[in-house]
């Protein structure tokens, strides 16, 4: 009998789940940015869900909630009713890298969310001022093994300090960190000769970088980027062990109808396969990416928390 009740009771939400998400949406949906507005991700998930608005016919309210590396955001997220109409648009900081920085998080990374999609990713640069000597990454190394600490780099987020760490343990040279809070006063100071390097997005070393006020020294992605097409990756300048990005996933809560999943994730599909999106979100630095499922998307969350917690833990990376 109990058997037969649970059977019953599984049939019923398959149901209600595909009813749902032949009406879904019927309402606004809102979408939760973990991090402050004009950032890359918060420009990013813009470009998104006016696109994904537009194909669905119900608009989508951009939430700024940041703070904490993005915690009281994605906490929000996490407490909400699975519904899909409370959405996050999390990072490898909140789902790879926050739980290995912080003693304790108000939410289970793995537990409390059901990936949609992943979005795209955003390489992150070694950057210097014109006038520093180093032009390429050999350079930098064998400046930093010839005065091992004492070549400084500005650092101005969680993630240019997991690539700091990964360079250390790709290159065996040790280099100065130097912790800031933004990447303005980072690059403001490296461009003063205050600080001679800095590791930062291509979102934010782009523009410097062009105008040339910033030298781009190399890239973390495999391939060279396309807002930086000058500027050469790791991987080709002898370093493949250097293979690193920021970057984003749609999520809901646990509980939400998969058939509600399935949609959104069909949906962000079409709208990061249109051209003028990716052409937006590529000017911006961002490569987009909407080919994977939900269990895909899921893997590869496992996987970037692995990487992300053995490189804070190796580093003894703290959040600040």
């Known amino acids: ?30 979408l939760i940015v973990p991090f402050a507005a ?51 648009v999390g990072s490898n900081g909140t789902h790879a890298a926050n739980s290995a920085l912080y003693a304790r998080l108000p939410y289970k990374v793995q537990e409390d969310f059901v990936p949609i999609a992943y979005i795209g990713s955003v390489a992150m640069a ?28 500005a650092l101005p987020s969680s993630t240019s300090r997991v690539v700091l760490e990964m360079l250390t343990k790709a290159s065996g040279a040790a280099f100065n960190p130097v912790l800031y809070k933004a990447s303005s006063t980072a690059t403001t100071d490296v461009m003063g000769g205050h600080v001679p390097l800095a590791i930062d997005t291509v979102i934010a070393a782009a523009p410097q970088i062009a105008s040339g006020k910033l030298r781009g020294i190399a890239v973390t992605s495999k391939q060279r980027t396309a807002i930086l097409p000058q500027v050469p990756s790791f991987a080709e300048s002898g370093l493949p062990a250097i293979d690193i990005a920021a970057w ?3 999520f809901a809560p646990q509980g939400t109808p998969p058939a509600v999943v399935a949609k959104l994730n069909s949906e962000l599909g079409k709208v990061l396969s249109d051209a003028d999106v990716q052409g937006k979100l590529r000017a911006l630095g961002y490569e987009p990416d909407g080919k ?17 917690g053995d490189l804070i833990r190796a580093g003894g990376i703290k959040a600040e």
């Open 38 to 88: 004009g950032q890359g991700a918060d420009a990013a998930a813009r470009i998104v869900a006016q696109k994904l608005s537009e194909n669905v016919g119900q608009p989508l309210v951009i939430d700024n909630r940041p703070g904490a590396g993005g915690i009281i955001g994605t906490e929000a997220v996490a407490k909400a009713a699975p519904d899909g109409y409370t959405l996050l």
């Open 248 to 250: 984003n996933a749609w």
């Open 126 to 153: 070694l950057i210097s001022s014109p006038a520093y000597s180093g032009k390429t990454p050999q350079e930098v190394i064998s400046a930093a093994k010839a005065q091992p600490g004492a070549l400084s780099v």
């Open 1 to 30: 009998m109990l058997k037969r009740r649970s059977l019953l009771a599984a049939a019923a939400f398959t149901l209600y789940s595909a009813a749902m998400a032949q009406t879904y949406p019927a309402k606004p949906i809102r």
């Open 292 to 308: 994977m499922g939900p269990a895909q998307v899921r893997e590869f969350v496992r996987s970037e928390e692995r990487k992300w």
